[in-house]
């Protein structure tokens, strides 16, 4: 079998995701005006150099969906159905419960304080920071699951699937189960708000990167997409995620140099969490005697986080320098490690599938 690898950018995502969170409170501290200055460039309340940070990350995702293979799921309905049970019935709600358990009763005392979000409205931090974790958990899998999956040796066309799919059911469900939850939470909810940033990030991605990819394989063929565009188009996403991390962290620089806690605690919950859907999932593969190249993917596409759509809601929602986005971004940070000790752990219990 090939030798699956992580490219040099993917691999060392954790390293890039932390250098740009120093040199972010760097900036800050040194230039605390200059990332204000370029979120007031905005239309309708929506910054021009996040937005177009964020369509560059949503974009490359999109355009590796071969629709094509939606069809060829419904000769296989078993994992399909589970991933969507997982991610849509049981992710959001396991989310919510370990968020609050943590955030706002375990740790409270740690989180204290309040600030003020987009729209003039004063909540409490440790409110804004749940919110950030149910942005994520109503966020099911990313392209980077594609990688995951690829390593653990599993199903690659399930877990593209899964990635078509997901998509397109996050145009219907996110908007309505996102806001929903944050009303348990007690957050302010500008639905127009939360369905725009779908519709943005989401739907606009996903048209120009259904015919965009149509053009390109028509006129330059597959092998040349694949091997070629795709690997020319995937620092972009990186580098965009990189970027919005940048003015993201120069705006909470002095919260983390004077409480650098908030991060390990916000990464309590959102590691249990990930933890706690890959076991749940992949028990329930074998429950329904799924082989490993399913179970493996569904279980990975579950414990993942489709953070890029959680950093665009929830920096359109709350603003750049909200609690919210400053937890959604931790979800950035632990993914990648994570997600490669699950990988491990798939490899290691292939011989509990048949």
């Known amino acids: 079998m ?18 740009c969170i120093g040199l972010g409170i760097l900036l800050g501290k040194l230039f605390p005006q200059a990332a204000l200055s370029l979120d007031r460039f905005s239309v309708y309340q929506v910054s021009i150099p996040i ?3 964020l369509f ?21 309905p078993k994992p399909v159905a589970l991933t969507l049970f997982v991610n849509w019935c049981v992710k959001p709600f396991t989310m919510l419960a370990i968020a609050w358990l943590f955030l706002g009763v375990f740790l409270k005392s740690w989180l204290s304080g309040t600030e003020i979000i987009k729209g003039g409205a004063e ?27 690829h390593l653990a040796q599993a199903n690659d ?18 908007a309505p189960l996102g806001g929903w939850l944050l009303g348990i939470n007690k957050m302010p909810i500008p639905w127009q708000t939360i369905v725009l940033s779908v519709l943005i990030y989401v739907g606009l991605p996903l048209l120009l990167g259904y015919h965009s990819r149509k053009l390109i394989i028509a006129k330059k063929g597959f092998q040349w ?60 593969a074998r429950q329904l005697k799924l082989s490993y190249r399913d179970a493996a993917p569904s279980a990975l596409i579950g414990a993942s986080n ?44 292939k011989g509990w599938f048949k």
């Open 225 to 284: 997409f694949e091997e070629k565009f795709l690997h020319y188009l995937t620092p972009v996403s990186i580098s965009a995620l990189l970027v919005t991390l940048l003015l993201l962290f120069s705006f909470k620089g002095e919260l983390i140099i004077n409480q650098p806690q908030v991060i390990f605690l916000i990464a309590i919950p959102l590691l249990i969490q990930t933890c706690l859907i890959f076991t749940l999932t992949y028990f329930l």
């Open 2 to 19: 090939e030798e699956r690898k992580l490219s040099f950018f993917e691999k060392y995502l954790t390293a890039w995701v932390i250098g």
């Open 157 to 174: 066309g399930h877990t593209l699937v899964m990635v078509a799919i997901n998509s397109l059911a996050m145009l219907f469900l996110y």
């Open 306 to 349: 489709h953070f890029e759509v959680a950093i665009a809601t929830s920096t359109m929602l709350f603003g750049l320098s909200s609690g919210a986005s400053l937890a959604t971004v931790v979800g950035v940070l632990i993914e990648v490690p994570v997600m490669l000790m699950l990988v491990k752990v798939c490899l290691k219990t």
């Open 51 to 53: 937005a177009a940070c």
């Open 56 to 76: 560059f990350m949503m974009y490359p995702i999109m355009v590796k969906i071969d629709f094509g293979e939606v069809i060829k799921a419904g000769k296989t």
């Open 123 to 149: 909540v409490e931090l440790f409110r804004s920071y749940i919110a950030g974790c149910i942005l994520l958990g109503v966020a099911p899998c990313t392209a980077m699951v594609l990688i995951w999956g």
